[in-house]
């Protein structure tokens, strides 16, 4: 009956896994925003080191964790696995649970896997200074820590919802050495054109893009780093899925159904991509992703070319999409804000590989607090998603009087985001469907792209 369930620091992958190999078919093309022709590597060279191009693009199944980074890695990595019995018993449940809990990081999620990697690649291209966006602060905060670990300057561009409701975010972030703004700002030309139409715009990811573009894009010592969507970042996630593999081996056990919170795509990724490749390979298993109905992209979104960012700089990806200009509202897992989502995903959805399901945020903080009440854990606003799932899988489970093992990621702990756990505690939350007519309007605003 073990709770904790550990590997020792020399099991560190000493891989990223690159599920490009084993799609269900070819990619699309990443699309010029400018040009409206396939992006090269020479396009993505303004904003990107070539290092990370090259990940991007590999057809290489497997790519080699640099030595630097696993050093850095073992300051909270091979993550722990704990089976949640205190929680299947409240539940009473005969399905076994299982989470792999990414707050362990310093900066309290899975975002730092991603992070550092970015930072030492663009360390060793001669980047000076980062610009980039966050939406809650998490990713913000890890590429804040990456940088200060690896001696670059960094800029973030902070949505301005997540600005006033996560202010010890900010604090993280400037505590590590940078400099934090909020967004849309008047620091760059996409932030002064939407503050000129709209003065109290709260911002959203597809605008922060925008202006950490820009920003980079405009300065020749600036790179950008983006904290998920793209393929390297997924893939500098799979460390996740690997380790729990090797982990619920070690009790013997295998997931029927893996489950990860949905934004951009990454800390799903992370948990799905290494079940996705067994399940390429023929083994049975049901992997799920959840995600907000305030923001439904997986679910109500079209698999279309869209912009990454609202002022249209960012590529253009084959992807879920409610489009570019679609302003979710200021719901508190802020993370999952986002318009469009991972192309890799997308296609493993649109493939059938993968499902995905809505949930509203009341039914979210409701699962987090049954978790918390018996785990101890305080879960993130977007990692509470995961946990809707996992219960619900629990508890159909013991409907049907099946035994089952359920594995989800934990991706971070909560310990910021009191604010939104008094929002809920005190009736305050919201349940936001958007309404069908927007997301129309929004699509309605798709580019043309002929591929
Ligand atoms: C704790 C946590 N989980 C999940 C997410 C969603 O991002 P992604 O879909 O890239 O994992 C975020 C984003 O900030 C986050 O902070």
Not at 390 to 400: N, S, T
Not at 410 to 424: N, Q
Request: net charge negative; glycine share 8%; with cysteine.
């Amino acid at each position: 009956m073990q709770t904790k369930i550990l590997l020792s620091e020399d099991r560190i992958p000493k891989q990223w896994y690159n599920i490009i190999p084993d799609m269900p078919g070819p990619l699309a093309p990443v699309i010029n925003p400018r040009t409206l022709k396939p992006v090269t590597p020479e396009d993505m060279l303004a904003i990107f080191p070539m290092a990370l191009i090259e990940q991007e693009m590999s057809p290489q199944r497997w790519i080699e964790i640099p030595a630097e980074v696993r050093e850095i890695y073992k300051l909270w990595r091979p993550s722990p696995l704990y089976r949640a019995h205190r929680l299947e018993k409240v539940l009473g449940t005969p399905a076994r649970i299982y989470y792999k809990y990414e707050g362990v990081s310093p900066a309290g999620s899975h975002k730092p896997n991603t992070a550092i990697p970015q930072a030492y690649y663009n360390k060793l291209a001669g980047t000076k200074r980062i610009a980039t966006e966050t939406g809650a602060g998490q990713w913000g905060s890890s590429i804040a820590l990456a940088c200060q670990m690896f001696g670059l300057e960094c800029t973030v561009y902070m949505v301005k919802v997540s600005f006033g409701q996560k202010p010890y975010r900010k604090s993280m972030m400037q505590l590590w050495g940078a400099e934090v703004l909020a967004s849309p700002s008047d620091r760059t030309t996409a932030g002064r054109a939407i503050l000129a139409r709209d003065p109290d715009n709260q911002g959203s990811l597809g605008i922060a893009i925008s202006e950490a573009v820009e920003d980079a894009a405009s300065r020749a010592d600036t790179c950008y780093a983006l904290g998920s969507v793209l393929n390297h970042v997924c893939m500098h996630q799979t460390i996740i899925g690997m380790e729990a593999k090797e982990q619920l081996a070690l009790v013997g056990d295998y997931p029927e159904v893996v489950i990860g919170c949905h934004g951009g795509g990454s800390n799903f990724a992370g948990i799905a991509f290494p079940f996705v490749a067994d399940k390429a390979a023929g083994r049975e298993v049901r992997i799920l992703a959840m995600e907000p109905a305030s923001c439904p992209t997986l679910t109500k979104g079209v698999y279309a070319f869209d912009f990454g960012d609202t002022a249209q700089m960012a590529p253009i990806s084959k992807m879920y999409t409610l489009g570019h200009d679609f302003m979710p509202p200021g719901i508190h897992a802020g993370g999952l804000r986002y318009h469009g989502a991972s192309p890799l995903v997308s296609q493993l959805v649109n493939a059938g590989v993968v499902e995905a399901r809505a949930v509203a945020q009341n039914t979210c903080f409701e699962a987090a607090v049954t978790f918390s009440r018996a785990e101890g854990i305080i879960p993130a606003p977007e990692s509470s998603h995961a946990i809707r799932g996992a219960i619900d899988e629990a508890l159909r489970a013991k409907e049907e009087g099946k035994e089952k093992t359920i594995l989800f990621c934990l991706s971070g702990h909560g310990h910021v985001d009191m604010a939104a756990y008094d929002a809920y505690f005190s009736g305050k939350l919201e349940d936001f469907e958007y309404p069908e007519a927007a997301i129309k309007e929004s699509l309605s605003h798709l580019p043309k792209v002929e591929f």
